[in-house]
């Protein structure tokens, strides 16, 4: 079961796409983060959501956070990945321990091998103030991140 709003974020320690490490705490005090589970680099479906956030990052940018995707493809995987798609925003790597930090956040899927599509927006103090998953294969839309950017703004 997924993380409800108004808990604390769980902190990680993971690599991104250029192998330098990356801990949620990193932006506690600084910015809000948009931390957004993905299943899988490449796949015709994360890419396209992953395009519209790069189409649109001056939504999360002009309202101070952080845009951040996180899949148990490899490092390098996200860097080819982020390089072909000219992706500018931070990817990181749950590939080992594999799917930990999926799991703590309760959106791994065991039978799959990889994280649900959910995305949790956390405030600068690290609490999740909103959230919001997709059923597997189904794309979030751009506009279910601007009513989370704007239920953040208010809390």
């Known amino acids: 079961?997924?993380?409800?709003?108004?808990?604390?974020a769980p902190d990680f320690e993971l690599?991104?796409?250029?192998?330098?490490?990356?801990?949620?705490?990193?932006?506690?005090?600084?910015?809000?983060?948009?931390l957004v589970f993905f299943p899988l680099a490449f796949s015709g479906t994360c890419?396209?959501?992953?395009?519209?956030?790069?189409?649109?990052l001056e939504l999360f940018q002009a309202e101070g956070v952080e845009l951040v995707g996180v899949s148990v493809d490899s490092k390098y995987t996200l860097r080819?990945?982020?390089?072909?798609?000219?992706y500018r925003f931070t990817l990181l790597s749950d590939f080992w321990p594999h799917?930990?930090?999926?799991?703590?956040?309760?959106?791994?899927?065991?039978?799959?091998g990889f994280?649900?599509?959910?995305t949790f927006l956390i405030d600068a103090s690290?609490?999740?103030?909103?959230?919001?998953?997709?059923?597997?294969?189904e794309a979030r839309t751009l506009e279910a991140y601007r009513i989370a950017i704007e239920e953040l703004k208010a809390a």
């Open 115 to 118: 994280a649900n599509r959910a």
């Open 47 to 56: 890419t396209g959501e992953l395009c519209e956030l790069r189409d649109n």
């Open 126 to 137: 690290g609490i999740i103030r909103e959230s919001f998953i997709t059923a597997p294969g």
């Open 80 to 86: 080819a990945w982020a390089e072909q798609e000219n």
């Open 15 to 34: 690599p991104d796409q250029f192998g330098q490490t990356v801990r949620l705490s990193d932006f506690r005090g600084r910015s809000a983060v948009a």
């Open 99 to 112: 799917g930990d930090t999926a799991k703590q956040y309760g959106v791994f899927l065991e039978e799959k």
């Open 1 to 8: 079961m997924a993380l409800e709003n108004d808990t604390q």
